[in-house]
């Protein structure tokens, strides 16, 4: 079936340094969303792409999404203690209902001050 | 001040008891899921609903059921049925049922089954 795959699972790295997550999709997606979930929060949505090669840019965040729309990633540029938490992507359900996702099972980052 | 709102927050119940988790939106927002959060685990979907009085089986719905009799309210019950309930449950909505449209989440509640 349809899976969305991240990684990498768990990234610990010194505050300063950058992070990246990458997600890939076993089938070709129409737009790829990312959330955020703080620890002991709830997922909260950072940004969606939708055409192939995007690149966007939040502050420290930038997100790209692959010339094939089956890939995409999202990099932090000299990460804080405040870009702690667990970051999922998730992508249109192929087939199914309208609205839904699949999301990758997260990649959680710890930032050491 | 909009917003889904879930409740309780914690829940403690023995095994073999049905209980039911609230959600509520006052965002206006046509669908509404249910997920559901294991340690490690990305998000898993139970239920959706993108319509009053209507709603479809995710992923996972065995031991689930839901209701959607008000555009507002989209309550889970867990069931004696479920097998492993003890989890962290989430419920989101959105616009409506578009591709595009980005998925709001409520705070969770963290069922605790022993």
């Known amino acids: 079936g349809q899976q969305v795959m991240q990684i990498p699972q768990y990234q610990h790295v010194q505050e300063g340094e950058d992070f990246t997550t990458y997600c890939n999709s076993s089938t070709t997606l129409s737009n790829i969303q990312w959330y955020k979930q703080r620890p002991g929060g709830h997922p909260v949505f950072l940004i969606q792409l939708v055409k192939s090669g995007e690149v966007k840019k939040q502050k420290r965040l930038t997100f790209q999404f692959g010339e094939a729309k089956k890939n995409s990633s999202l990099h932090i540029t000299a990460t804080q203690t405040t870009d702690v938490g667990t970051y999922f992507c998730a992508g249109p359900m192929r087939g199914g209902s309208q609205g839904n996702l699949i999301f990758g099972k997260g990649t959680k980052l710890s930032v050491k001050p | 001040d909009g917003g889904i709102t879930q409740s309780p927050k914690y829940l403690f119940r023995k095994e073999g008891q049905n209980v039911t988790l609230s959600c509520e939106q006052n965002?206006?927002?046509?669908?509404m899921y249910w997920y559901r959060q294991d340690p490690g685990q990305g998000l898993r979907l139970i239920y959706y609903s993108q319509i009053v009085n209507d709603f479809q089986k995710g992923d996972i719905a065995e031991g689930y059921s839901v209701s959607r009799e008000k555009k507002e309210s989209f309550p889970l019950t867990v069931t004696s049925a479920q097998k492993n309930p003890t989890a962290f449950y989430l419920c989101?909505?959105?616009?409506?049922?578009?591709?595009?449209?980005?998925?709001?989440f409520g705070p969770g509640t963290r069922l605790t089954v022993t």
């Open positions: 965002l206006n927002h046509d669908a």
């Open positions: 989101a909505s959105s616009i409506g049922t578009d591709l595009n449209y980005e998925q709001y």
